[in-house]
């Protein structure tokens, strides 16, 4: 019973570098969000997929860019990370746009 | 701007005791409005209301709407050690994929 499934748990980058976050749920949900979480700013949502094929931008797409591989995978990609870029991340899916959207355990970054 | 307030932000209270934590809002064609449990890591799903006026209750757990004055409680009676965690109030809202999130309330239970 996986749910939303989220590696790396944690990663330590330094300015610059490059990574993908990856995600898979296995509830066959249309919609794939990524957030961000950051300490007294709840969480903020960065590009969402509302289906297989379609990504838009959230309220801080600046400097990440993502892919919806297939109806599983929703891949968001650092390209050169910035310190401002160190927080919790997480993924989330649901079904058709509503409703109660389930997470995943979320990564932990830091850009030093 | 759509926008999501939750007060306290910070709330310790003994075992037993009843709370109440409070989320309002402005936001754009408003759709719904989530409560969520987060303890240390991943958000759970505690209620979703879409309607003013109507109670949800889970066990300890209950949350009513105001869509008037644009405003939701989250009550939990008999409050348990268990209960600590953030709690964050969401509103779906918009005409794209928007889920707005406040900034949470820290509740800690000391037993």
């Known amino acids: 019973n996986a749910g939303v499934t989220q590696t790396p748990k944690f990663q330590v980058l330094k300015t610059g570098q490059s990574m993908t976050l990856q995600c898979a749920q296995d509830?066959?949900?249309?919609?794939m969000y990524w957030y961000r979480q950051d300490p007294g700013m709840g969480l903020r949502l960065i590009y969402y997929?509302?289906?297989?094929?379609?990504?838009d931008k959230g309220e801080v797409p600046n400097g990440y860019n993502v892919s919806r591989l297939n109806k599983r995978e929703f891949s968001l990609r650092l390209e050169s990370a910035a310190p401002s870029q160190t927080s919790v991340y997480f993924c989330?899916?649901?079904?058709?746009?509503?409703?109660?959207?389930?997470f995943g355990q979320g990564t932990r970054l830091t850009v030093v | 701007e759509d926008k999501v307030v939750q007060s306290p932000l910070s709330l310790v209270v003994h075992e037993g005791d009843t709370v109440t934590l409070n989320c309002s809002y402005e936001?754009?064609?408003?759709?719904?409005l989530l409560w969520y449990k987060q303890e240390k890591k991943a958000p759970t799903f505690l209620f979703m209301l879409?309607?003013?006026?109507i109670e949800k209750k889970s066990g300890r757990l209950s949350s009513i709407l105001d869509k008037k004055e644009l405003f939701s409680i989250l009550n939990i009676t008999a409050t348990q050690t268990g209960d600590s965690a953030v709690y964050l109030c969401?509103?779906?809202?918009?005409?794209?994929?928007?889920?707005?999130f406040g900034p949470g309330t820290r509740l800690s239970v000391l037993p």
């Open positions: 997929s509302a289906s297989e094929g379609t990504t």
């Open positions: 989330a899916s649901n079904r058709d746009r509503a409703g109660e959207a389930f």
């Open positions: 936001v754009t064609n408003f759709r719904s």
């Open positions: 969401a509103v779906e809202a918009g005409y794209g994929q928007n889920f707005v």
């Open positions: 879409t309607s003013s006026g």
């Open positions: 509830m066959n949900h249309n919609s």
